[in-house]
């Protein structure tokens, strides 16, 4: 089964930068759209934002103008440039695809990181 990598996780201060990367295990043909969802203690996760296989993005209107989702299909991975970070940015940051195809075949599901944690403090 698919696992994705991610890291790029820790702490900041207000008004720095992180950058993301999600990055799967194993032998990995493609991946459809990938996403970058976070969680943040007592609150639902909620989507980031994602990008397409051909490269159409979408972001939260909460992080638009400060974080920039980007994929590189050669290596199968996505990256998340945040800037200008805020301490309401604080929380799990998850990797998400919908589907990927490999040495078995093709499969479309949704398939989740373990999380890198991302903590905006001064």
């Known amino acids: 089964q698919m696992q994705q990598v991610e890291s790029g996780g820790g702490l900041v201060q207000p008004g720095g930068s992180l950058r993301l990367s999600c990055a799967p295990s194993?032998?990995?043909?493609?991946?459809?759209?990938m996403g970058w969802y976070r969680q943040a203690p007592g609150k639902e996760r909620e989507l980031v934002g994602a990008?397409?296989?051909?490269?159409?993005?979408n972001s939260a209107d909460s992080v638009k103008g400060r974080f920039t989702i980007s994929r590189d299909n050669a290596k199968n991975t996505l990256y998340l440039q945040m800037n200008s970070l805020k301490p309401e940015d604080t929380a799990v940051y998850y990797c998400?695809?919908?589907?990927?195809?490999?040495?078995?075949?093709?499969?479309?599901?949704?398939?989740w990181g373990q999380g890198t944690q991302v903590t905006v403090s001064s």
């Open positions: 194993g032998t990995i043909f493609s991946i459809n759209t």
């Open positions: 990008v397409t296989r051909d490269g159409v993005t």
């Open positions: 998400h695809t919908d589907g990927y195809c490999g040495v078995n075949g093709c499969y479309k599901h949704d398939y």
